[in-house]
């Protein structure tokens, strides 16, 4: 015999996982973003022959 629980959030439950959730979404994208940041300014100060040698071009930097 199969049973099937019939469970139910507690009121509000939902929304709060929501927001929590959303928080750590801005978390994320904040520290991805500055993670990119970080890597954009240090291409920024390599020569155009270092960048060569790793295979980038300025315009490449952008795009990162």
Known sequence: MATTANIHAPLGAVSVLRLVDAVYNAKSMILSWKE?????????????????????????????
Not at 42 to 62: F, H, K, N, P, V
């Open 36 to 64: 990119a940041r970080t890597t954009r300014n240090a291409l920024s100060e390599l020569s155009d022959t270092q960048l060569e040698d790793i295979g980038l071009t300025r315009a490449d930097i952008a795009k990162i």
